[in-house]
C-alpha cells in the first residue's frame, strides 16, 4: 500500500466563515467550481443536516492521465467548523476540513490521509511519488481559486 498525508492550508480575506462552510458542504456543485479535479460528483445517499452521513461517488481526473474513482462518507460535521469523511474505492482513507474564523477572513485546512487501492498506480508509486504529490499540489491550487471564485458568485447572487 502507498500512503500519502497531505495538508493543504488556504486564507480567505473579507469572508464569513458560513460563506466558505456551505460551499465545502455543497458536495454536487464540486465539478461547476473545481472542475480542473472533479469530473463528476453523483450524491448517492444525501446525508442529514450539514450533509453529515451524505454519501458521494466521485471521479477525480487532475494534470495526468488517469482518472481515481472514489466514494466518500461524511461522518462528522461540525458546522462551520469543519467536517470529516471517509474514502473508499482508489483512494482509500481520511479527508478533514477545518476551518476557522480569523480577523475577517477564514483560514481553511485540509488533511487527505489515504492509501492508493488502484493497482497500477500503486505499483508505479514508488517511482512517482514526487510528481503524484505536485499532481495532488496542483488540484488543491485550483480549488483554491475555483472556491474563491465560488464565493464571489454566491454573493452576486444575493
Known amino acids: 500500500m502507498q500512503h500519502y498525508d497531505f495538508l493543504t492550508r488556504w486564507r480567505f ?11 465545502l458542504e455543497d458536495t454536487a456543485s464540486l465539478p461547476a467550481w473545481w472542475p480542473q479535479l472533479f469530473k463528476s460528483v453523483e ?24 482518472t ?24 482509500v482513507g481520511t479527508g478533514v476540513w477545518r476551518l476557522a474564523a480569523r480577523d475577517r477572513g477564514v483560514d481553511v485546512e485540509y488533511s487527505w490521509r489515504v492509501d492508493l487501492e488502484k493497482p497500477w498506480l500503486r505499483a508505479i508509486s514508488p517511482v512517482l511519488r514526487p510528481l503524484l504529490a505536485w499532481n495532488h499540489e496542483w488540484s ?19
Open 13 to 23: 480575506e473579507e469572508c464569513d466563515i458560513t460563506e466558505v462552510a456551505d460551499i
Open 43 to 66: 450524491i448517492v445517499e444525501s446525508g442529514g443536516p450539514h450533509a453529515l452521513g451524505q454519501v458521494a461517488r466521485c471521479a477525480c481526473r487532475a494534470r495526468l492521465p488517469y
Open 68 to 91: 481515481l474513482h472514489f466514494t466518500y462518507t461524511v461522518t462528522d460535521a461540525t458546522y462551520p467548523d469543519g467536517s470529516t469523511l471517509r474514502s473508499t474505492g482508489d483512494l
Open 140 to 158: 488543491m491550487s485550483k480549488g483554491e481559486d475555483g472556491l474563491r471564485r465560488e464565493i464571489a458568485r454566491r454573493r452576486d447572487l444575493r
